[in-house]
């Protein structure tokens, strides 16, 4: 029962949060606005924190919450109900954790803006959604939460909405995170129509009794994943995140790195049954994955907007966790979920300060030796940069190279592409903290004299957060370097299934402990080195990016131009439809109009002609009923007024 | 008994505001209306959730004809009794803030309106369906005429003219239906289910069934009545037209096509699903490049009800139980975005989206309660246009999957041109006819937020209204084999 209780109250309470603030905005003082946010998050957290403790307890027992009925026709039985298992908790203690964090790190960065208020209301509404997205029982609860969130992104992306770009960015996420739902939905039609249910644990038991190769689980599973690919920044529909970055810093932690960009791999992990049962959505998978990190770390290696850099490496880095998933490696892809979630929210955080300090500055060739200003800024961040570039022993090291050992496994090309991609990684966030926080400052001498450090709201999320990049990685230290693999251990009961119906793809470690230890040094050497090469090329040689006007090589100018995908689909797409749209409005309806007419008068015209052959028999029949008929119903209809009204009263 | 009094009411309270005049007129329609939804929904915490017709009226009527006056309510009705008890009070004050000459004939008119549709929805007759399926284009037709914009004389005679040419085909099939009753004959609905046409003749009667209803939702392609004509009337007319009277259509396909001429269906009704999933894809796209607000919205709501009658057509319970629920839920969103257009244009002076911007600088309570209505429109999940949806697209993918596929590109256009409409109107820099924009006044926030709380209901616990018609859509069904 109290466990019960807490399912309730972890959603809630960001809720309620959320309606206090929004419906209080402009009248809840400035001073209450910030406890009021914090609350919900920090309460839900600790909820999440005894419900995990009762987990443990009582023996890691899955357990369900059912709360009322919410949609039932026919044999569709949608309940709203929560589960409560490993998969949700971990992501549970993710969302509400980071996410307190990071709402009181808002309360410092927003706390001068004039829609302060409507801001923390979002973010409590995203964390309501985001919350019933990890906690459903079933795909459609999933689909609120994700749908949901999809929402919040979209009005915090477009939270400064007088700025046309900004608006145009959110709607441009809001679309393409739609075209991934629609495949969503589908997937999720599919799975009733074949499984007879939506709840995970009918169709995750259903499952196990399908053969691998599965033609209907295949639908099933590349359906899902489109989904996926809107959500968690995937090609082709990972170009909406860049752009994304028009939201304040904060939402671009919460929301655009550490949460919900990860909502498709939750949902990859949650499907595992279905996702083991077909190989080559898995091949598919692997291919989009690798393709993605590769393409956004490439365009990272020469962004020059602090965030903007930031958006690609969370690309390029959901790149990795789908490329875990692709090999089964179901536990390595949630363990980069959770190390992802402390580094880039900090890293992202981080940006933040220096943004604040910077009135407002993004664009790093114009920073410079910030780290005499914002030393803590300075030091957590460049913890952060550690931890992504997977050197070790921070966190970002263990579970990158989780999933480049067992993609080794799986395939050798893949893993020195993925090593290649964690080189490009390594190189273009030591560029960014260098050309941030070292050498000599390129700003303005007004923004030079107000350089400050930010506020212990914004700082103490900081130094939480590079705590936890630095640790973070002892969670799942694996067997050839001593640890336990604590991690893999505790989620083992969720991939009982997938093992049951393709053992070989659980074939565990078959490397030995060598071998493991020399993959590790090599992806480690060659993070350290680009690190290196970074520092020559950023320090001791003082380069700084040309300029935007500059000539650039061709193949540097398409990287710097993002390989023109955005103009690509304008042209192949955009264009198209707005074509369509005003040559079905302007020539369309016309001959529609024209053609329908044209119809009628044939019709009648024929008719006409038929009934002379056929000497009047049917047609003129059926008007002269017609006619007849609708006369004598008048006719009846007046005259017997008063005693319809008679009948009436008896 | 209380059916009557439903149809009957508005009528009596309809002639009553006729006598009146101004102001009084007004209050008296408004008094009324809200009485009209008081019994309506009496009515329906009343009603019994079974297949059956209940508070009903039933006597001889032409007897020779063998033509009953009878009535009644059941699942099938329900929501739109409930639906046209709820916006029609919502309606007539809507208008409160625009001086309609000769206003008591215009509120009167209203009523009129109110009293044939509900006639319309409770009809057990097919000959008294007919009559108020006729009797309900009177009204609004001099709504739109006498009250309407500056085009709106060639623009309603079109619209006359489409309409009375679906209800000739209707009458011919109802009329035919009628011979083939047995023994003295019949008009009741329920007896036309118990026909066993051929199929050829359930062919030729589904098809006239099929355009007599197709036109007045409108489906694809006869629709090119229905932008003018949503542009060009009175924003009060817009609102009847767009919230009650195109649910007569999906009604009558739901009543008539579904159980008398199931096999006409099963010839026929993959090309009638086709048409209407042409129609969301057609009209979604051309919303897109709107710019006059009411228009797009006239667009967006041919684009949804072509969903409705593609979910009919999918012969399933989600399909019908999804067009059931979706026609309360649409009505109630597109009043909604139909008054906020109205109240933009009431203070901007224009509706046009380029000319339009920056508003929520000074209105909050119109930017909370315009975008919740647009996201019910966008059928986001815990609100009302989601279940709909839900169901709907379920039922036509369960149909066919490739069709299903195609009708959920409403999910992705829909948000394009509903996100681009709010940004153009409510986001950016204020324009020339933006800059002093006031907020909602005390009464229209009376419009807007009953209808806001309904979004929510039926998006957060739908089994509320599920549950009433559940019943009679599964006993429907029985009829298609």
Redesign the interface.
């Given at each position: 029962m109290q466990a019960e209780l807490l399912c309730i109250l972890i959603p809630l309470l960001p809720l309620l949060g959320f309606v206090a603030n929004g419906l209080g905005f402009r009248r809840v003082p400035a001073s209450l606005v910030g406890p009021l946010a914090v609350a919900g998050p920090v309460l839900s957290f600790l909820a999440v924190l005894s419900l995990f403790s009762n987990f443990r307890a009582g023996g890691n027992q899955p357990f369900k919450a059912l709360l009322f009925d919410w949609i039932s026709v026919a044999d569709l039985h949608i309940n709203f109900s929560f589960q409560i298992d490993q998969l949700s908790l971990i992501m549970l203690l993710v969302v509400t954790g980071v996410g307190s964090l990071i709402h009181l790190y808002s309360i410092g960065y927003m706390k001068h803006d004039e829609g302060y208020g409507k801001f923390m209301a979002f973010l409590n509404l995203f964390l309501f959604f985001m919350l019933l997205l990890v906690m459903g029982s079933n795909y459609v609860i999933m689909f609120i939460g994700w749908e949901g969130v999809g929402l919040c992104s979209y009005l915090l992306i477009g939270f400064w909405n007088t700025n046309t770009s900004y608006n145009n960015a959110a709607r441009k996420a809001f679309v393409m995170n739609r075209i991934g739902d629609l495949g969503f939905l589908l997937g999720i039609f599919l799975i009733f129509t074949t499984f007879g249910s939506v709840e995970y644990s009918d169709v995750f038991a259903s499952a196990t009794g399908m053969t691998i190769g599965d033609k209907t689980v295949l639908a099933i599973t590349l359906l899902l994943f489109v989904g996926a690919m809107g959500k968690s920044a995937q090609i082709p529909l990972y170009t909406w995140l860049p752009d994304a970055m028009a939201g304040p810093t904060p939402v671009s932690a919460l929301i655009h790195a550490a949460t919900m960009v990860t909502a498709g791999i939750y949902m990859v992990v949650r499907s595992n049954v279905l996702y083991t049962l077909s190989p080559l959505t898995l091949e598919i998978m692997g291919g989009i994955a690798m393709a993605t990190a590769l393409l956004a770390a490439s365009i990272g290696l020469l962004q020059n907007d602090i965030k903007k850099v930031l958006a690609y490496s969370t690309v390029s880095q959901l790149g990795y966790m789908f490329l875990g998933l692709s090999v089964a490696a179901y536990t390595g892809g949630m363990f980069h979920v959770l190390t992802h979630a402390f580094f880039k929210a900090l890293l992202f955080l981080g940006a933040g300060s220096v943004i604040h300090a910077m009135s407002d500055e993004q664009d790093i060739r114009n920073m410079g030796g910030l780290r005499k200003y914002l030393p803590i800024t300075f030091w957590t961040f460049l913890i952060g940069t550690i931890a992504i570039s997977g050197i070790p022993p921070f966190a970002g090291f263990f579970s990158k190279d989780e999933i480049l050992a067992h993609v080794w496994e799986h395939n050798k090309v893949l893993w020195a592409l993925g090593v290649l991609g964690s080189a490009m990684t390594s190189f273009y966030m030591f560029r960014l903290l260098f050309l941030t926080f070292f050498g000599e400052f390129r700003g303005t001498a007004e923004q030079k004299h107000h350089l400050h450090e930010s506020p212990l709201t914004m700082t103490l999320p900081l130094m939480v957060l590079a705590v936890l990049s630095v640790v973070g990685g002892l969670l799942n230290v694996p067997h050839a370097l001593g640890g336990h693999s604590a991690l893999a251990e505790f989620m083992a009961p969720l991939y009982a299934g997938s093992q049951q119906v393709n053992p070989a793809a659980f074939g565990g470690h078959t490397m030995g402990a060598s071998e493991e230890l020399m993959l590790m040094g090599i992806s480690a050497g060659v993070a350290l080195l680009s690190a290196i090469v970074a520092y020559v090329m950023y320090v001791r040689n003082a380069a700084v990016p040309a300029p935007d006007s500059a000539e650039r090589s061709l193949p540097a100018k398409v990287v710097y131009n993002k390989y023109y995908i955005d103009e690509f689909y304008e042209v192949l797409i955009v264009r198209p439809v707005r074509a369509l749209g005003d040559g079905l409005y302007s020539v369309g309806e016309f001959v529609v109009d024209g053609v329908v007419g044209a119809v009628a008068w044939l019709v009648r015209t024929v008719s006409g002609q038929l009934r002379l052959v056929q000497n009047g028999s049917i047609g003129s029949y059926v008007f002269a009923m017609v006619l007849s008929l609708a006369l004598i119903i008048a006719l009846r209809f007046f005259i017997n007024w008063t005693s319809v009204l008679g009948y009436l009263n008896i | 008994m209380l059916t009557?009094a439903l149809i009957f009411f508005p009528a009596v309270a309809a002639t009553v505001t006729l006598l009146l005049n101004g102001d009084s007129a007004k209050r008296f329609a408004l008094g009324a209306a809200l009485l009209e939804f008081l019994l309506a929904a009496y009515v329906i915490s009343q009603f019994i959730a079974t297949p059956e017709f209940q508070f009903g009226?039933d006597?001889?009527?032409?007897n020779v004809?063998g033509?009953r006056?009878s009535g009644g309510i059941d699942g099938i009705s329900i929501l739109l009794v409930l639906l046209t008890g709820l916006l029609v009070p919502l309606i007539v004050l809507s208008a409160f803030g625009q001086n309609y000459n000769r206003s008591a004939t215009f509120y009167a008119l209203i009523l009129y309106m109110q009293a044939a549709l509900m006639g319309v929805f409770t009809a057990r007759d097919a000959?008294l369906f007919y009559?108020f399926f006729e009797a309900a284009l009177i009204p609004v037709y001099f709504l739109a005429a006498l009250w309407g914009g500056a085009n709106r004389i060639p623009v309603t005679f079109k619209f006359f003219i489409y309409t009375i040419?679906g209800s000739?085909l209707m009458?011919?099939a109802l009329?035919?239906l009628y011979?083939q009753t047995p023994g003295l004959h019949s008009s009741a609905i329920a007896d036309f289910y118990k026909l066993n046409l051929t199929p050829a003749a359930q062919g030729w009667v589904f098809w006239a069934f099929f355009i007599a209803f197709a036109i007045k939702m409108p489906v694809?392609?006869?629709?090119?009545w229905q932008?003018d004509t949503y542009v060009e009337s009175p924003t009060p007319a817009t609102m009847l037209l767009a919230g009650i009277m195109l649910k007569m259509g999906v009604y009558g396909l739901i009543r008539f096509i579904l159980p008398i001429v199931p096999a006409g269906l099963d010839t026929w009704g993959m090309m009638a699903a086709v048409l209407s999933v042409i129609g969301i894809v057609?009209g979604s796209?051309?919303?897109?490049?709107?710019r006059d607000m009411k228009r797009l919205i006239a667009y967006s709501s041919f684009a949804h009800v072509g969903l409705m009658a593609a979910g009919v057509f999918s012969q399933?319970?989600?399909g019908v139980?999804?067009a059931l629920i979706q026609m309360l839920a649409h009505g109630i969103n597109v009043v909604g975005l139909f008054f906020v257009a109205e109240l933009i244009f009431d203070r901007a002076k224009t509706r046009q989206l380029d000319q339009l911007g920056?508003i929520?600088?000074t209105t909050?309570k119109l930017t909370v309660l315009f975008m919740i209505l647009m996201?019910g429109s966008v059928a986001?999940?815990?609100t009302n246009g989601f279940?709909g949806e839900?169901?709907l697209?379920?039922g036509v993918?369960?149909y066919n999957?490739y069709l299903?596929?195609l009708a959920?590109?409403t999910?992705?256009l829909g948000?394009?041109y509903m996100?681009?409409m709010f940004?153009k109107t409510?986001?950016?820099?204020p324009s020339n006819n933006t800059q002093s924009f006031a907020d909602l006044s005390t009464s229209e926030l009376w419009v807007l937020v009953p209808l806001v709380f309904f979004v929510f209901w039926m998006g957060l616990?739908?089994?509320s209204f599920?549950k009433l018609t559940?019943p009679a859509v599964?006993n429907l069904l029985r009829y298609i084999k």
């Amino acid at each position: 029962m109290q466990a019960e209780l807490l399912c309730i109250l972890i959603p809630l309470l960001p809720l309620l949060g959320f309606v206090a603030n929004g419906l209080g905005f402009r009248r809840v003082p400035a001073s209450l606005v910030g406890p009021l946010a914090v609350a919900g998050p920090v309460l839900s957290f600790l909820a999440v924190l005894s419900l995990f403790s009762n987990f443990r307890a009582g023996g890691n027992q899955p357990f369900k919450a059912l709360l009322f009925d919410w949609i039932s026709v026919a044999d569709l039985h949608i309940n709203f109900s929560f589960q409560i298992d490993q998969l949700s908790l971990i992501m549970l203690l993710v969302v509400t954790g980071v996410g307190s964090l990071i709402h009181l790190y808002s309360i410092g960065y927003m706390k001068h803006d004039e829609g302060y208020g409507k801001f923390m209301a979002f973010l409590n509404l995203f964390l309501f959604f985001m919350l019933l997205l990890v906690m459903g029982s079933n795909y459609v609860i999933m689909f609120i939460g994700w749908e949901g969130v999809g929402l919040c992104s979209y009005l915090l992306i477009g939270f400064w909405n007088t700025n046309t770009s900004y608006n145009n960015a959110a709607r441009k996420a809001f679309v393409m995170n739609r075209i991934g739902d629609l495949g969503f939905l589908l997937g999720i039609f599919l799975i009733f129509t074949t499984f007879g249910s939506v709840e995970y644990s009918d169709v995750f038991a259903s499952a196990t009794g399908m053969t691998i190769g599965d033609k209907t689980v295949l639908a099933i599973t590349l359906l899902l994943f489109v989904g996926a690919m809107g959500k968690s920044a995937q090609i082709p529909l990972y170009t909406w995140l860049p752009d994304a970055m028009a939201g304040p810093t904060p939402v671009s932690a919460l929301i655009h790195a550490a949460t919900m960009v990860t909502a498709g791999i939750y949902m990859v992990v949650r499907s595992n049954v279905l996702y083991t049962l077909s190989p080559l959505t898995l091949e598919i998978m692997g291919g989009i994955a690798m393709a993605t990190a590769l393409l956004a770390a490439s365009i990272g290696l020469l962004q020059n907007d602090i965030k903007k850099v930031l958006a690609y490496s969370t690309v390029s880095q959901l790149g990795y966790m789908f490329l875990g998933l692709s090999v089964a490696a179901y536990t390595g892809g949630m363990f980069h979920v959770l190390t992802h979630a402390f580094f880039k929210a900090l890293l992202f955080l981080g940006a933040g300060s220096v943004i604040h300090a910077m009135s407002d500055e993004q664009d790093i060739r114009n920073m410079g030796g910030l780290r005499k200003y914002l030393p803590i800024t300075f030091w957590t961040f460049l913890i952060g940069t550690i931890a992504i570039s997977g050197i070790p022993p921070f966190a970002g090291f263990f579970s990158k190279d989780e999933i480049l050992a067992h993609v080794w496994e799986h395939n050798k090309v893949l893993w020195a592409l993925g090593v290649l991609g964690s080189a490009m990684t390594s190189f273009y966030m030591f560029r960014l903290l260098f050309l941030t926080f070292f050498g000599e400052f390129r700003g303005t001498a007004e923004q030079k004299h107000h350089l400050h450090e930010s506020p212990l709201t914004m700082t103490l999320p900081l130094m939480v957060l590079a705590v936890l990049s630095v640790v973070g990685g002892l969670l799942n230290v694996p067997h050839a370097l001593g640890g336990h693999s604590a991690l893999a251990e505790f989620m083992a009961p969720l991939y009982a299934g997938s093992q049951q119906v393709n053992p070989a793809a659980f074939g565990g470690h078959t490397m030995g402990a060598s071998e493991e230890l020399m993959l590790m040094g090599i992806s480690a050497g060659v993070a350290l080195l680009s690190a290196i090469v970074a520092y020559v090329m950023y320090v001791r040689n003082a380069a700084v990016p040309a300029p935007d006007s500059a000539e650039r090589s061709l193949p540097a100018k398409v990287v710097y131009n993002k390989y023109y995908i955005d103009e690509f689909y304008e042209v192949l797409i955009v264009r198209p439809v707005r074509a369509l749209g005003d040559g079905l409005y302007s020539v369309g309806e016309f001959v529609v109009d024209g053609v329908v007419g044209a119809v009628a008068w044939l019709v009648r015209t024929v008719s006409g002609q038929l009934r002379l052959v056929q000497n009047g028999s049917i047609g003129s029949y059926v008007f002269a009923m017609v006619l007849s008929l609708a006369l004598i119903i008048a006719l009846r209809f007046f005259i017997n007024w008063t005693s319809v009204l008679g009948y009436l009263n008896i | 008994m209380l059916t009557l009094a439903l149809i009957f009411f508005p009528a009596v309270a309809a002639t009553v505001t006729l006598l009146l005049n101004g102001d009084s007129a007004k209050r008296f329609a408004l008094g009324a209306a809200l009485l009209e939804f008081l019994l309506a929904a009496y009515v329906i915490s009343q009603f019994i959730a079974t297949p059956e017709f209940q508070f009903g009226f039933d006597v001889p009527w032409i007897n020779v004809l063998g033509i009953r006056f009878s009535g009644g309510i059941d699942g099938i009705s329900i929501l739109l009794v409930l639906l046209t008890g709820l916006l029609v009070p919502l309606i007539v004050l809507s208008a409160f803030g625009q001086n309609y000459n000769r206003s008591a004939t215009f509120y009167a008119l209203i009523l009129y309106m109110q009293a044939a549709l509900m006639g319309v929805f409770t009809a057990r007759d097919a000959f008294l369906f007919y009559l108020f399926f006729e009797a309900a284009l009177i009204p609004v037709y001099f709504l739109a005429a006498l009250w309407g914009g500056a085009n709106r004389i060639p623009v309603t005679f079109k619209f006359f003219i489409y309409t009375i040419f679906g209800s000739l085909l209707m009458l011919v099939a109802l009329v035919y239906l009628y011979y083939q009753t047995p023994g003295l004959h019949s008009s009741a609905i329920a007896d036309f289910y118990k026909l066993n046409l051929t199929p050829a003749a359930q062919g030729w009667v589904f098809w006239a069934f099929f355009i007599a209803f197709a036109i007045k939702m409108p489906v694809f392609p006869f629709h090119t009545w229905q932008p003018d004509t949503y542009v060009e009337s009175p924003t009060p007319a817009t609102m009847l037209l767009a919230g009650i009277m195109l649910k007569m259509g999906v009604y009558g396909l739901i009543r008539f096509i579904l159980p008398i001429v199931p096999a006409g269906l099963d010839t026929w009704g993959m090309m009638a699903a086709v048409l209407s999933v042409i129609g969301i894809v057609y009209g979604s796209v051309i919303a897109i490049r709107q710019r006059d607000m009411k228009r797009l919205i006239a667009y967006s709501s041919f684009a949804h009800v072509g969903l409705m009658a593609a979910g009919v057509f999918s012969q399933t319970t989600y399909g019908v139980q999804g067009a059931l629920i979706q026609m309360l839920a649409h009505g109630i969103n597109v009043v909604g975005l139909f008054f906020v257009a109205e109240l933009i244009f009431d203070r901007a002076k224009t509706r046009q989206l380029d000319q339009l911007g920056g508003i929520t600088r000074t209105t909050p309570k119109l930017t909370v309660l315009f975008m919740i209505l647009m996201l019910g429109s966008v059928a986001l999940p815990l609100t009302n246009g989601f279940v709909g949806e839900f169901l709907l697209l379920k039922g036509v993918f369960d149909y066919n999957n490739y069709l299903g596929a195609l009708a959920g590109l409403t999910i992705i256009l829909g948000a394009v041109y509903m996100l681009r409409m709010f940004q153009k109107t409510m986001f950016g820099k204020p324009s020339n006819n933006t800059q002093s924009f006031a907020d909602l006044s005390t009464s229209e926030l009376w419009v807007l937020v009953p209808l806001v709380f309904f979004v929510f209901w039926m998006g957060l616990y739908p089994a509320s209204f599920l549950k009433l018609t559940e019943p009679a859509v599964t006993n429907l069904l029985r009829y298609i084999k």
